[in-house]
């Protein structure tokens, strides 16, 4: 039973995993860019929902319902700005700006909100749990794998339904044509930056909520997205789902075993699957 | 016919290398009359540049963005201090015990990173490095995950710091401070004449070919599967010695300093792409940006970081060749050239097999 009970708490920490991973898997499958800063705007959002939280007397989940069009905005600016300036057929101008940024972000937060380890405060929901059974499930957690579900679906429906979707879809196919039918790439692209933005400000609800944090958080939580994107298969967003649940039952049951294996058994569990299946477990885009 | 040749060598390469020469004898002198904080600051200069060689090997010639080199340092650094206590091996013995155990996790690294495409692979190898660093803290021999000290008779027993002790008549760390330089000064020379050896010999010119066009390169045969392999052994090899070498100049040694991800990496990233990178000349020149920016900001905390990083952002989006970059491609000045340029032969033996 007690085993029953690590495998749950695990595939709920997945949620969080997973709404690491969505936006990060969004950029990837829609402009190759992978953003090694993504870890730190997820801490960014975190502090911003924090302030409005402590500046204004917010519940968290309206500071993070206003973080979002800030966040949204944020994304936007840096892909048309910068981002789209460095995208091409050469990897390393966006690995490096996207590494500068990181080092930048973590290192402005510092100075904005010193190096102590921060919490947002969420109330009676921080220890509120239901029972299912014999097990207790926290509230934060069921919440947080809710949310992880609803945005996949709310990208899936994005990405196959709508007309954004369509020009998602048709300037990561080839954007040269994409734009002889009047689809601009460098609009797309900053919407889905903006978008990878809004996931993260959701993300970031809940890191800052469940545990502390604090400026040099980032770069773990870029850590366990690539994982969990890796592990779905490129471009596939229910595959991230999966690849994040994968991530955090192997650090629940590693964390079982010794705790000082948590961290180190997601990795592990990451690198045997990339052995096993290279390209993850739902590829669903061969690059 | 014969009345051409292909050379490397310019006017200003004759000159630099003249040059060189001097500076190399100067810096092998210099502990006779510096102070011992100068060699220090040298001793980190030189380390950071050998460093910033291998990184750019990787990435500037082999296309291989690392943001793993980390593991390498930690993992040479840790081996030097574990065959140390465990084994009672002399430091210096170390350096090489720390490049090959460099070497060996290089491997199963390679085969791991490999299999992730582009710019996936930055992120594989911070993994792998990741997994190193919480194993490695693991390690109860070698303290844990709060590090450990090297033990001192191991210290004491460097090969070489008792002569220059009684030579520069100077106390004993002080010697140990000269003999680490003198290392470091040899690791550099080593790392820079064997980089440009190697970028001038037909590999070298398959790895440039590479660098410029993939395709194009596999078109006529290079193969880039073996060459990729080649750089990242190479590059993990002297990047485990200057880490075993900088944490023996240290003498502590933590999971959290040696697997540092801003120190080693970073900093390392920064300067080849602020200095310029695919070339030799650009880390040099950054690492001298590098020290510099230390120096000026090195009480302004965190801002030192963002400025560094904002720096290396702006060059990476308006210059992308780095300062070096800007700097030749106006004067067309080239230090260690490696491009093959045609040049006609001033005899006159045009006639007799014509």
């Given amino acids: 039973m007690i085993w029953v009970d690590t495998v749950l708490q695990g595939v709920l920490l997945g949620g969080l995993y997973a709404l690491f991973a ?10 190759r860019l992978v953003n090694l800063a993504h870890g730190d705007l ?65 290192n402005a937060l510092q100075e904005g909100f010193s190096a102590d380890s921060r919490r947002i405060p969420a109330g009676w929901l921080e220890t509120a749990s239901v029972p299912v059974g014999p097990i207790s499930l926290g509230v934060m957690p069921l919440l947080t794998f809710g949310s992880a579900i609803l945005v996949t679906l709310a990208l899936q429906f994005v990405f196959y339904r709508t007309a954004l979707g369509r020009a998602f879809r048709a300037t990561s196919d080839d954007p040269v044509t994409a734009s002889l039918m009047g689809v601009k790439p460098a609009s797309v692209f900053a919407m889905a930056t903006g978008i990878a933005m809004v996931v993260v400000t959701i993300a970031a ?30 471009g596939s967003l229910w595959g991230t789902l999966a690849g994040g649940i994968i991530i955090g039952v192997a650090q629940t049951v590693g964390a079982k075993i010794n705790p000082e294996w948590q961290i180190l058994a997601g990795h592990v569990a990451f690198l045997v699957v990339l052995l096993v299946r290279p390209r993850g477990l739902f590829p669903r885009a061969f690059d | 016919m014969a009345g051409y040749t292909v050379t490397t060598r310019t006017r200003a390469s004759q000159i630099a290398a003249a040059f060189a020469l001097v500076l190399l004898i100067v810096a092998i002198l210099l502990p006779a009359f510096a102070s011992r904080s100068l060699i220090q600051d040298l001793f980190f200069i030189l380390t950071m540049l050998t460093l910033a060689q291998y990184w750019n090997l990787l990435a500037g010639y082999g296309g291989l963005v690392s943001v793993g080199q980390q593991a390498f340092v930690g993992f040479g650094a840790y081996s030097l201090f574990g065959g140390a206590i465990l084994w009672g091996l002399n430091p210096i013995a170390g350096l090489l015990l720390a490049g090959v155990a460099a070497l060996i996790i290089a491997v199963p690294t390679a085969f791991f990173a490999f299999r992730l495409q582009g710019a996936y692979f930055a992120i594989g190898t911070w993994v792998v490095a990741e997994v190193v660093r919480l194993s490695v803290a693991q390690w109860k021999a070698v303290g844990g995950g709060t590090g450990t000290s090297l033990p001192r008779d191991a210290r004491d027993a460097m090969w070489g710091a008792e002569w220059i002790e009684i030579a520069f008549d100077t106390r004993s760390s002080a010697a140990r401070d000269i003999l680490a330089y003198w290392l470091a000064l040899l690791l550099a020379v080593a790392t820079i004449g064997g980089i440009y050896w190697f970028l001038r010999t037909k590999r070298g010119l398959a790895l440039a070919a590479l660098r410029d066009n993939v395709e194009a390169a596999r078109s006529v045969g290079v193969d880039s599967e073996r060459m990729k392999w080649v750089v990242f052994l190479v590059a993990a090899f002297g990047t485990g010695i200057a880490g075993g070498l900088i944490f023996l100049q240290n003498g502590r040694i933590s999971p959290d300093s040696a697997f540092s991800v801003i120190d080693w990496t970073a900093f390392v990233i920064f300067i080849v792409v602020i200095g310029g990178i695919g070339t030799i000349e650009g880390p040099i020149l950054g690492v001298l940006i590098f020290f ?28 992308p060749g780095g300062l070096w970059g800007l700097l030749s491609d106006r004067t067309g000045l080239r230090l260690f050239p490696i491009q093959r340029r045609l040049e006609r032969r001033a005899t006159i033996e045009e006639n007799s097999d014509g």
């Fill in chain 1, 22 to 31: 969505l936006g990060l898997s969004l950029v990837f499958g829609i402009m």
């Fill in chain 1, 42 to 106: 997820i801490v960014l959002a975190a502090y911003l929902i924090l302030m409005l939280v402590t500046l204004l007397g917010l519940g968290p989940f309206v500071a993070a319902l206003i973080a979002l069009p800030v966040m949204f905005a944020v994304g936007w600016v840096l892909q048309r700005l910068v981002l789209n300036r460095v995208l091409g057929p050469d990897i390393l101008p966006p690995l490096l700006v996207t590494f500068g940024l990181s080092v930048v972000l973590q």
């Fill in chain 1, 205 to 234: 609800l809940y890191l800052g909520t469940r545990a502390n944090f604090d400026p040099t958080t980032g770069p773990a939580r870029l850590i366990y997205a690539f994982e969990a994107v890796i592990i779905g298969g490129l």
């Fill in chain 2, 292 to 319: 510099g920016l230390q120096t000026l900001l090195a009480d302004f905390g965190s801002w030192y970081l963002m400025v560094l990083g904002g720096l290396g952002i702006v060059v990476m989006l308006f210059a």
